[in-house]
């Protein structure tokens, strides 16, 4: 049979397929719901017609997650496809029909390439963890400023008592404590306030460390060796892993991590300009996660701030210096989550 490219546009009630040929005619289109028997509809539908070559879903991370998980289990390519160019939507109008149709043929013209993560594995769980520890620690955050604030605006002799207590744990867990009763004044309805807050911000507090416990065992199983590099933390080899996936063999040099993470120079010459200019793309928390680090062994490690003096005397910018040692720690990750492990002779 005749090979076919699926296309995906999907949703989060349904999904809309269309299939073309190696020659760019469309097959037909489908509506299939987001569930598993939808799923397997959608696969049944597509054999049908030839022999798939592979599926171009958009929104791989998001509304497509499901049904890219169904297809990778049952051994199919899956693509991850990028939204449709704005000028092209803008040029050719806008359907579920049309945006699937486009996701098929970027995968026909080899626009479409990068392979769907698996999410099915150790990186998953991790990711699903610091989801939920990221978001305690926002709210943990609110929750402090809004304590301060109500202390900035308590009655003069409220205020005046708990200025005396240092350390914010110390007044957080004080302010919990609190017993203001019935409220019949702004002075007890503020300790009741007060102690509602101080004790919402010790709950998470309490979340967050078991989170952060959970995160380093599962990273320690993972990654060890990466684990054991100077100023890598926990939290930094859980941003790879999760930008990596639990199929690392999608990436396929380390050249291709530095672009997910936005630390290879982009090319921006024009005319008889030649020059280079920094990659303001990729995954941003990754590349925070590659800054912190830099920063670290800048300032600790030995063989870092030899590399740093011999940089400054060549005339590069501490800015540029730390985009060259962010590069260099991509390789190093990219060795230790990557790289195919070479068997070990007997």
């Not at 609190?178 to 309490?206: D, Q």
């Not at 680090?293 to 600790?300: G, H, L, N, Y």
Request: with cysteine; charged share 25%; proline share 4%.
């Amino acid at each position: 049979m005749d090979q076919i490219i699926v296309g995906v546009d999907t949703h989060k009630s349904n999904h809309i397929a269309v299939a073309i040929n190696m020659q760019g005619a469309r097959l037909g289109v489908m509506s299939i719901p987001t569930t598993p028997g939808g799923y397997h509809g959608l696969e049944a539908w597509a054999t049908g017609l030839g022999s798939v070559k592979a599926f171009g879903i958009e929104g791989t991370g998001s509304y497509g997650a499901g049904l890219s998980r169904d297809l990778l289990a049952k051994g199919h390519t899956v693509l991850d496809v990028m939204r449709p160019n704005r000028q092209l939507r803008y040029l050719h109008g806008k359907s579920d029909s049309l945006d699937a149709e486009g996701a098929a043929r970027s995968v026909l013209n080899g626009q479409a390439t990068a392979l769907a993560k698996t999410q099915g594995g150790t990186s998953e769980m991790i990711r699903h963890i610091k989801i939920a520890r990221d978001s305690a620690v926002k709210a943990k955050s609110q929750a402090m400023i809004t304590l301060k604030t109500l202390i900035i605006n308590a009655p003069a002799e409220l205020r005046a008592s708990l200025d005396q207590i240092k350390g914010p744990i110390t007044l957080v867990r004080h302010i919990a404590a609190l017993r203001p009763g019935e409220i019949t004044s702004p002075t007890t309805s503020a300790k009741t306030a007060m102690r509602a807050i101080a004790r919402r911000w010790l709950v998470l507090h309490e979340e967050i460390f078991v989170h952060e416990q959970e995160l380093e065992r599962m990273v320690t199983d993972k990654a060890p060796e990466l684990m054991k590099s100077h100023g890598i933390s926990t939290l930094t080899v859980a941003e790879m892993l999760i930008l990596v996936g639990d199929n690392p063999e999608r990436i396929r040099s380390e050249a291709a991590l530095a672009k997910l993470c936005g630390v290879c120079p982009i090319p921006a010459s024009s005319g008889k300009t030649n020059r280079m200019r920094l990659n303001r793309g990729g995954n941003r928390q990754a590349n925070a996660a590659l800054y912190r680090v830099a920063i670290v062994r800048m300032r600790d490690d030995h063989e870092t701030k030899i590399y740093t003096a011999r940089r400054t005397a060549e005339g590069k910018t501490r800015r540029e210096i730390v985009r060259c040692i962010k590069r260099y720690i991509v390789r190093e990750i990219y060795n230790a989550l990557c790289r195919p492990k070479s068997p070990i002779a007997a």
